[in-house]
């Protein structure tokens, strides 16, 4: 089942701005973390924040988690047409991604040039 | 790190057939997992594939629909069997090399279209 729930299912911007999706789930994690698919295709892997750890970064994203209100954001800086694609965060639940990931519904990202 | 070859990346079935989707990893890993992707949604656990045991599925899939071989820890399959349109996805698969960081990889997914 599902567990995370990403607001907003679409966003439009443009290029230059800043995007923040939302993210919020509903059980205890292990950690939690954020995917780019673009096109349907494969999906690729953008960063990783565990439950102990409330912010990260990594070069134009910025990841915040707050495990009481079960929730994360993710924040992309000056906005790219290369960052058009939708976006998911997965949980893991267990620990050791044993039983696989839970994604959320996603955000679908539009970069207007 | 680790790279999937996934395929195929596209077919076109007619009902009642069977599709088999071929996952190679460049490296060695126990954990691999097979998604499904319905249009415009979200992935979906269909089961955990690990070497030297049996696959694990998620409640709402069967192995009789969706069998899986794990034969060694570079190679699996997962067989769509008996299509129906409702079929109709992207199926993903993707491994777990590191079990402290947990990241996953995916293979580039094959999009089905039952007709």
């Known amino acids: 089942s599902q567990q995370g729930e990403e607001d907003p299912q679409a966003l439009s911007i443009q290029e230059g701005e800043n995007a923040t999706m939302n993210c919020s789930y509903k059980t205890s994690i292990n950690n939690l973390q954020w995917y780019r698919q673009n096109s349907g295709r494969g999906l690729v892997h953008l960063i990783l924040?565990?439950?102990?750890?409330r912010e990260k970064h990594s070069g134009r994203l910025r990841v915040t988690l707050d495990t009481s209100k079960k929730s994360s954001s993710l924040l992309i800086t000056a906005s790219r047409a290369a960052d058009t694609a939708s976006y998911f965060c997965?949980?893991?639940?267990?620990?050791?991604?044993?039983?696989?990931?839970?994604f959320g519904k996603g955000t679908h990202l539009i970069i207007q040039p | 790190s680790a790279v999937i070859s996934q395929k195929p990346s596209r077919d076109i079935c007619q009902r009642g057939t069977s599709l088999t989707i071929q996952c190679q990893v460049d490296?060695?890993?126990?954990?691999m997992f097979w998604y499904r992707q319905q249009p415009g949604q979200s992935l979906t656990l269909i089961a955990t594939a690990n070497q030297g045991s049996e696959a694990t599925y998620e409640s709402g899939f069967v192995i009789d629909k969706f069998p899986i071989s794990r034969p060694n820890l570079t190679f699996s399959t997962l067989t769509v069997s008996n299509m129906s349109p409702e079929d109709s996805s992207i199926y993903l698969c993707s491994v777990v090399p590191d079990r402290v960081n947990t990241e996953a990889f995916f293979g580039q997914g094959t999009r089905l279209t039952v007709v």
């Open positions: 490296s060695q890993v126990t954990m």
């Open positions: 997965a949980t893991d639940d267990s620990g050791g991604g044993a039983d696989g990931l839970t």
């Open positions: 924040i565990r439950s102990n750890e």
